[in-house]
């Protein structure tokens, strides 16, 4: 199957400083990949789509301004978490799916900390 | 919008079976998943339906009937690895890789 990578896959920061976190699609081009936000006990929320080339994607609810996602390349998209509270602490995980595939495949996650 | 209900929690034993429902009320269906999740790892895939009926894959079965809104995953043989979560997800009809997630549902396996 297809293999999505995520770095870093924990980290833990002061409140207001802004974190970056990469989603990279090692061995297929990914044209769409999706960022998901999990507190623990819950399930996975969408936040956004993120499309190669153009402007991502937000669901209701999700800021833009305060999660910046960029998709530069095919194989690479980037949340950024700007001003970060304690309240966004919790595990990011991103997805991708094949061109033409019938499921996503999710990276490993990342552990957020937000003290 | 999106409503998928899955029960919270079940317990099962070692070597039996368990059945896992999950029913959804979408503005849009365009098929319905099934993943695994061990605590503190990323989802894996196990099984998706698209069409009415069963669909197996090994010790797991999906079941699906569009018309009840309804789904189930089947697992046999339970070994102690089969502890995890498992989430149903409906994929939306107008973004087709749209994905929207189920709580989950803790199964705990019993020796």
């Avoid at chain 1, 194989?75 to 799916?97: G, R």
């Avoid at chain 2, 790892?41 to 809104?69: I, W």
């Avoid at chain 2, 009809?93 to 019993?110: A, E, I, P, R």
Wanted: glycine content about 8%.
């Amino acid at each position: 199957g297809a293999v999505v990578s995520q770095h870093p896959s924990r980290v833990i920061c002061k409140s207001g400083t802004s974190v970056k976190i990469e989603c990279r699609s090692l061995d297929f081009q990914a044209t769409t990949m999706f960022w998901y936000r999990q507190f623990p006990k819950q399930s996975l929320m969408l936040m956004a789509t993120s499309n190669e080339g153009s402007k991502a994607t937000y669901e209701q609810g999700v800021e833009k301004d305060k999660f910046l996602i960029n998709h530069a390349s095919l194989t690479l998209s980037t949340l950024t978490v700007t001003s970060a509270h304690p309240e966004d602490s919790s595990f990011y995980i991103c997805s991708a799916s094949l061109p033409a595939g019938e499921t996503q495949y999710f990276g490993p996650g990342t552990r957020l900390l937000v003290l | 919008g999106q409503n998928i209900d899955q029960p919270t929690e079940m317990t099962a034993t070692e070597g039996a079976i368990v059945q896992i429902n999950c029913t959804y009320q979408t503005s849009g269906f365009n098929g319905l998943f099934w993943y695994q999740q061990h605590a503190g790892e990323a989802p894996t895939f196990l099984s998706y339906n698209v069409l009415d009926g069963l669909e197996e894959k090994g010790r797991f079965s999906s079941f699906l009937s569009r018309s009840k809104g309804y789904s189930y995953l089947l697992l046999k043989e339970l070994q102690m690895k089969d502890s995890a979560s498992y989430l149903c997800a409906v994929r939306a009809l107008y973004n087709f890789n749209k994905f929207y997630f189920g709580s989950g549902t803790k199964l705990n396996v019993k020796p």
